[in-house]
C-alpha cells in the first residue's frame, strides 16, 4: 500500500501561485510515477501533470497548463510537487495526486492505483 496526503491549497487571486505538495509513504519503491488531477465542481476529474518518481526526471501536462503549471520531486523527501503560476478562475478544483506503479507516464488515470485525499484550490477573478 501507498499512503499520499496532498497540501498547500488555498485560495488566491487569479496571476497568483501555489505550491502543492504530495507526501508518499508506504510502499513507496513500486510506484513508477506520480500524477496530478483536478476536479472542477460539476466537471469530470482531468489530468493535469505527472512526473517520474525515480531515475532521469521526466514530466507530461495537460495542454491548459503547460508553461503555467510545474511538476517537480524531492525523492529524498518522497514528496512531490506541483507549482502553479499564472492562475486562473477556471484552474479552482480540488486537486489529488495519484501514484501508479505501471511504466510509463500516464495520463489516464484509471492507470494509477492509490490517491490522496485532494487539496483545494480556489482562484477569485
Known amino acids: 500500500q501507498v499512503q499520499l496526503v496532498e497540501s498547500g491549497g488555498g485560495l488566491v487571486q487569479a496571476g497568483g501561485s501555489l505550491r502543492l505538495s504530495c507526501a508518499a509513504s508506504g510502499r513507496t519503491f513500486s510506484i513508477y510515477d506520480m500524477g496530478w488531477f483536478r476536479q472542477a465542481p460539476g466537471k469530470d476529474r482531468e489530468f493535469v501533470a505527472a512526473i517520474t518518481w525515480s531515475g532521469g526526471v521526466r514530466t507530461i501536462y495537460a495542454d491548459s497548463v503547460k508553461g503555467r503549471f510545474t511538476a517537480s520531486r524531492d525523492t529524498a523527501k518522497n514528496t512531490v510537487y506541483l507549482q502553479t503560476n499564472s492562475l486562473k478562475p477556471e484552474d479552482t478544483a480540488v486537486y489529488y495526486c495519484?501514484?501508479?506503479?505501471?511504466?510509463?507516464?500516464?495520463?489516464?488515470?484509471?492507470?494509477?492505483?492509490?490517491w490522496g485525499q485532494g487539496t483545494q484550490v480556489t482562484v477569485s477573478s
Open positions: 495519484a501514484a501508479d506503479s505501471a511504466y510509463g507516464l500516464n495520463r489516464d488515470e484509471d492507470a494509477y492505483d492509490y
